[in-house]
């Protein structure tokens, strides 16, 4: 028996609070639509990670909370007085359906994207799926598979995909049906990612806005 799809009222409830974006990987089953939860608990700095996965996922999740510290006050993450991010928390991040072996570096942006939601407290748009690898240094790599992962959005009721720039050219693979019924955003650097996955563009600039 067929496993039931994703619909976008799915999307739209699993991304209803704070710390979950939707990310679209690829696995032995083709292209497929992964949610990405974070969470905050007390503790000590640590960073936790479940559901399956390898060691390349892990450790871009590492690259993914590293770049988000870096940044807190670039990104108005927390009070001015707030240095560290993790002062006395862990962060636990969850990939549901851990029946699924999960691995490769194309959650990077992902994982940022929920980080952000995370400590912004602004939800992720449900509408919107995203892939790419991501460097310490906030650069958006290519990645693989993205005819399947267009092709699961679609599926999946995603109408807006961020795609690395560089993997622009793999769009010809896609069925031009399919291309048209979505909106295909492009993302050199992490803040462009940031800028297409929340409502009003990135939280630090709608704290910017919010301030005129």
């Known amino acids: 028996m067929q496993p039931p799809r994703f619909d976008d009222q799915e999307a739209a409830d699993r991304v209803a609070t704070p710390g979950v974006s939707v990310g679209l ?9 992964q949610f990405v939860e974070a969470t905050s608990v ?40 707030e240095t560290d991010l993790l002062q006395g928390k862990d962060i636990h991040i969850h990939f549901p359906a851990g029946a699924v072996p999960k691995d490769g570096p194309s959650a990077g942006v992902t994982l940022v994207t929920a980080l952000v939601s995370l400590f912004s407290q602004k939800n992720v748009r449900a509408d919107t799926a995203m892939t790419g690898e991501m460097t310490l240094r906030g650069l958006v790599l290519p990645v693989g598979g993205v005819k399947d992962k267009v092709l699961a959005a679609h599926r999946y009721g995603i109408k807006r995909v961020i795609l690395p720039e560089r993997n622009l050219k793999d769009l010809v693979e896609v069925p031009a049906d399919v291309l048209s019924s979505l909106e295909i955003l492009v993302a050199k650097r992490m803040e462009d990612v940031l800028e297409h996955a929340f409502d009003g563009g990135c939280p630090w600039r709608q704290h910017q806005h919010s301030k005129l």
Do not use: M, P
């Open 25 to 33: 990987v690829w696995t032995a089953f083709g292209g497929e639509v």
């Open 42 to 81: 007390v503790g000590n700095g640590e960073l936790h990670l479940t559901g399956q996965l390898g060691d390349v996922i892990k450790e871009s999740a590492q690259i993914a909370l590293t770049w988000v510290r870096a940044r807190v006050a670039d990104l108005k993450l927390a009070a001015a007085e």
